[in-house]
């Protein structure tokens, strides 16, 4: 296990961005699948692929790449003490970047999806789904991961930031996967289809 460990840490001094692009990949496919057997019991003969692997191509492809960037901004943040400095980015990283992940988040599944942008008669759009989700998500997004930021951001190193995240990701994945599943596009039924089954239901009775 130590020399796994080890391993591991070698692969993120470097080969940093591709070694946090797997591990976001496999944290965000792995909290899908948590949810999805362990939570919704679906069993993997009716295990839904298609969330899963957009959650892990999100994880790698997308998260990842804006973390890596991100923590290099924050690690520029330098002030006079060494309270003030973490207060500081703990602070901008909830105001800014917490917004933006779950904004980020929600476009990316969106159109992952084949989401449209605004909102039809049959399905809601990225936009309308993102203001009715985007503060309740932070809120529990700023309660979860303030903690765990503050000693990210004191005791480990940049390269391994984003990557301690993920273990705690790995939790808050399965918030997401159930999150994005609420009103999923194959779960979507028109008002017009509702409409025609329960008149055709009437004429058979």
């Known amino acids: 296990m130590a020399r796994l460990f080890k391993g591991y840490i070698s692969l993120l001094q470097r080969h940093t961005l591709l070694t946090q692009m797997v591990t976001g990949g496999v944290t965000s496919g792995m909290g899908d699948i948590i949810y999805q057997q362990g939570i919704e019991r679906r069993g993997w003969r009716d295990h839904e692929w298609q969330y899963t692997t957009r959650l892990m191509v999100y994880g790698s492809c997308c998260f990842a790449p804006a973390a890596n960037r991100w923590h ?6 330098n002030m006079r003490s ?13 105001i800014i970047f917490a917004p933006f992940a779950t904004s980020y988040f929600y476009l990316c599944q969106g159109l992952m999806e084949g989401r449209p942008f605004t909102s039809t008669n049959e399905v809601q759009g990225i936009k309308d789904r993102l203001g009715e989700r985007l503060w309740g998500t932070v809120w529990k997004q700023w309660g979860f991961f303030g903690p765990a930021q503050v000693i990210n951001l004191t005791m ?7 990557p301690f995240m ?6 808050w994945n399965i918030f997401l996967a159930s999150a994005n599943k609420k009103g999923g596009l194959t779960n979507t039924v028109a008002p017009e289809e509702i409409k025609e089954t329960m008149a055709a239901l009437e004429v058979m009775e």
């Not at 290099?72 to 943040?77: D, E, G, M, Y």
């Not at 480990?156 to 984003?162: L, W």
């Open 72 to 77: 290099a901004v924050l690690n520029r943040i």
């Open 82 to 94: 060494t309270l003030s400095t973490v207060t500081t980015r703990v602070a901008v990283d909830a």
């Open 156 to 162: 480990v190193p940049i390269y391994a930031r984003p």
């Open 166 to 171: 993920n273990m705690f990701a790995l939790f």
